[in-house]
């Protein structure tokens, strides 16, 4: 999945889908029956004792690189670590975990039953009214720890005023990255998450399916997304929204403003995400509509499915990332496209981190040097792009074990079976 900028959790949990499922077509309002659709068995969320361990962790990293504390705002790593699902505002909750010790959670004071409800880890909840300033509290809280005078440890999203008013409050605060800490536990993906990701994987490729298998003649994006929106529901899963690429709109990979409808013999494209319990499935499926694909269309679609195949045989543990991205490329050079990143051919990278995030560290592109290790999870994307006429993207996303790459979802083994076996 490539990121479209007005998409992404720009909603609470749901509210996205039930958006969606407002614009289903007069003949799809009804909710999507049971039958219709595999049976897919939800893992549990993550437990308390594994966010203990991470805490464990964490506190195991910070010592071993000198940082005397890790402060976290609202997002995928504050629930990573504590279990709080929090939006972010201008109003500042966050954990503050010490190197030694209990964390303990900053929030405004009106907030505290909303936080105490989702804490799933032992942490103090220190409060602060609309007339105080919530960095005081951190500040306070590293004095009181004895890490003051010791490396504070960001994660690498904390926006900046946190930053600025902290060091108001502690000016020889020394500030310093928090990725070996934060981004190095989220990177490897533990068996239990691993199973909440094949679960959103399970359930998007069983949307994605029912969907292309209901897309009509003068169908809209929204119509087909809706369909999408309601079939995850069903099956138990969160949906975000997606991109559905219509005609020439597919040869852009974030797509076009410009109305497209459905209509027989040209590319629908749809690049969609799914969560299950925080956990991220990321899977494209590209067709041809109501008939036979051209000659164009088959031989791109063959080649991107090859492109898959290459960046899997890359995918080595020790290799660097980069060089997965970059074994697809020179293979899509010989074959004419490109160089490079330009087009016609693959404009963006091979593929992408993913876990709590769609998009998340590190990223399959040229220049990448971070080992490919087991518990690592990605995406598997090598579209081709031709401005003016049609792209092709196929997405299936990947972690590494110890024997190398395995899929969470099988690709689908030619566009005259696009969406290949069921779940």
């Keep these: 999945m490539i990121h479209s900028p007005i998409r992404r959790r720009n909603f609470l949990a749901g509210a996205g ?13 009804a909710a999507v029956a049971p039958a219709e659709l595999p049976k897919i068995k939800l893992p549990p969320p993550i437990s308390r004792e594994e966010r203990l361990a991470r805490v464990a962790k964490a506190r195991t990293l910070m010592q071993q690189h000198g940082i005397g504390s890790v402060l976290v705002e609202s997002g995928p790593s ?6 709080i699902q929090w939006w972010r505002s201008e109003r500042l909750t966050g954990v503050v975990i010490p190197a030694t010790g209990d964390p303990i959670v900053v929030t405004p004071f009106f907030e505290r039953p909303s936080i105490e409800e989702m804490l799933l880890i032992p942490a103090e909840i220190r409060t602060w009214e609309e007339d105080e300033e919530p960095l005081k509290l951190v500040a306070d809280f590293l004095k009181e720890r004895g890490v003051a005078n010791q490396p504070v440890a960001f994660e690498e999203t ?47 490729a069983a949307s994605l399916r029912y969907a292309g298998e209901r897309t009509r003649d003068g169908m809209t994006p929204e119509q ?30 974030h797509g076009s403003h410009k109305p497209h409808v459905v209509r027989k013999g040209e590319i629908v ?4 995400t799914c969560t299950v319990h925080g956990y991220q499935a990321d899977i494209t499926r590209t067709f041809v509509f109501g008939a036979d694909p051209t000659r164009e269309q088959r031989k791109v679609w063959d080649q ?15 290799a660097p990332a980069g060089s997965v991205d970059d074994a697809v490329r020179r293979t899509y050079e010989s074959w ?29 592109v040229h220049g990448e040097a971070t080992p490919l290790a087991p518990g690592m999870c990605f995406s598997n994307e090598p579209g081709i792009y031709i401005p003016g006429k049609f792209g092709v993207r196929i997405e299936d996303c990947f972690h590494m074990t110890e024997a190398g790459p ?15 076996a069921r779940v």
């Excluded at 889908?17 to 309002?29: D, E, F, K, N, T």
């Excluded at 946190?162 to 934060?182: C, M, T, W, Y």
């Excluded at 991107?304 to 020790?318: D, E, F, T, Y």
């Excluded at 969470?408 to 969406?419: A, E, M, N, R, V």
């Design 17 to 29: 889908a039930a958006a969606a499922a407002s614009l289903l077509p007069r003949s799809g309002q």
């Design 78 to 83: 504050l629930d990573y670590f504590t279990g």
């Design 158 to 204: 904390n926006r900046f005023f946190i930053e600025d008013r902290l060091k108001q409050q502690i000016p020889s605060v020394a500030v310093v990255s928090g990725n070996p800490v934060v981004r190095q536990l989220r990177m490897i993906k533990s068996p239990a998450e691993l199973a909440l990701m094949q679960a959103a994987a399970d359930i998007l």
């Design 224 to 253: 087909i997304d809706a369909l999408i929106a309601s079939a995850q529901k069903t099956l138990g899963g969160t949906y975000d929204g997606g991109l559905i690429l219509i005609g020439e709109a597919s040869a852009y990979p």
């Design 269 to 272: 494209l749809m690049d969609c």
């Design 304 to 318: 991107v499915h090859r492109g898959q195949q290459i960046a899997m045989a890359a995918a080595k543990v020790g």
């Design 336 to 364: 004419g496209y490109g160089p490079r990143y330009k087009l016609p051919g693959t404009s963006h990278r091979t593929g992408h981190g993913i876990g709590m995030e769609v998009h998340e560290p590190v990223n399959l």
């Design 406 to 420: 395995k899929f969470f979802t099988t690709p689908p083994p030619s566009i005259d079976d696009p969406f290949g």
